[in-house]
């Protein structure tokens, strides 16, 4: 049976005017997610993570952001970067949730916990036509608390009526876990949802995720730099270079047998089993400056295997392996 396709992004390309110059922060990014999948998305700061999710869902500011043509952004083939503003809102928070990095920056300092969470699950509520308002008021409540709960936070009725400022960081950023989920989106981006917070947190916090998001069914983004917590949550993967997708490829195949030459610099430079007693590698070089990336395989100046052809051509997603797509001149030998 065919997966059904949530989201699909076909050569997305994203600049930002600034005083000093043209910032290419995407280039011709191609992926999709299928119904209830995780899509991993991983790579160094800067090369691009967070502004795909921000473009996915249309919150940012154009200017200085502008989406070149040929660019597109298909939610259940609904073309996002051809929608208006009153189009979008309609389908964020329903269709479309985001959970952010930090959460204490995302939550209304000024209104409780239950208020900010029940605003998702009373979007939910209408959008499956519950009844009145006397009875939708309750329902919301009641919902908003059992949520508070399954999230694992203590004591859901007390919790209801706490403000952010009084709450520690992991169990703020299950309160946004959430509000993204309460209404039951197709599709969650989460931005490094975990990466302020300490190690057993984390932890914690990425069981219950991933528990939520089965339960749920939700299709899910999910945006790191974090090789670990690929594993742990992510169906496939997609690593992220200069603001273009190096490598895509199921969870298990590109933790067994990356290909790209920085998918294995990263694995060689990320301490895990094996790696007791060896000096970890590291990528020489640093990230090309995204106002100036140079011509050809944005990663050739950094590259051990570089040619003198990927400094001059610019190498497209090709599939190797079935669901194992790769950008390199080393893979001639790819299936059509």
Not at 215 to 220: A, L
Not at 259 to 273: K, R
Not at 298 to 308: I, L
Request: proline content about 6%.
């Amino acid at each position: 049976m065919k997966q059904e396709t949530v989201l699909s992004v076909r050569s997305l390309s994203l600049d930002f005017e600034t005083i000093t110059g043209r910032i290419h922060a995407l280039n011709g990014v191609d992926l999709q997610i299928g119904q209830g999948e995780v899509l991993g998305v991983v790579g160094e700061s800067g090369c691009g993570k967070s502004s795909l999710a921000l473009t996915i869902i249309g919150l940012l500011p154009v200017p200085p952001a502008r989406v070149l043509s040929g660019s597109q952004v298909l939610f259940k083939d609904q073309n996002l970067l051809a929608l208006k503003e009153n189009q979008l809102e309609r389908i964020r928070g329903t269709g479309v949730s985001m959970v952010f990095q930090e959460p204490l920056t995302s939550l209304n300092p000024i209104m409780t916990i239950g208020d900010q969470v029940a605003e998702s699950v009373r979007i939910g509520l209408e959008r499956r036509g519950s009844g009145k308002s006397a009875e939708l008021n309750r329902e919301t409540k009641r919902e908003t608390i059992s949520w508070l709960g399954k999230v694992g936070l203590p004591d859901p009725e007390r919790t209801f009526v706490k403000y952010p400022h009084e709450l520690s960081g992991g169990m703020r950023q299950r309160v946004m876990i959430a509000m993204a989920l309460a209404a039951k989106p197709s599709l969650l981006l989460a931005d490094e949802p975990t990466s302020a917070l300490d190690v057993t947190t984390q932890a914690q916090i990425l069981r219950l995720m991933r528990s939520l998001i089965d339960e749920v069914g939700t299709s899910v983004l999910f945006i790191t730099h974090d090789l670990a917590v690929v594993a742990q949550v992510a169906d496939r993967v997609a690593v992220m270079y200069a603001g273009m997708v190096v490598e895509e490829a199921p969870v298990t195949e590109i933790f067994e047998r990356a290909m790209h030459p920085y998918t294995q610099a990263l694995f060689e430079s990320f301490p895990g089993e094996g790696t007791k007693g060896r000096r970890l590698g590291v990528i020489p070089g640093g990230v090309p400056s995204l106002s100036n990336i140079p011509e050809g395989c944005p990663f050739h100046p950094r590259c051990k295997y570089a040619t003198e052809v990927c400094s001059r051509e610019r190498q497209v997603l090709a599939e190797v392996s079935p669901g194992h797509r790769v950008a390199c001149v080393l893979f001639p030998e790819r299936k059509s």
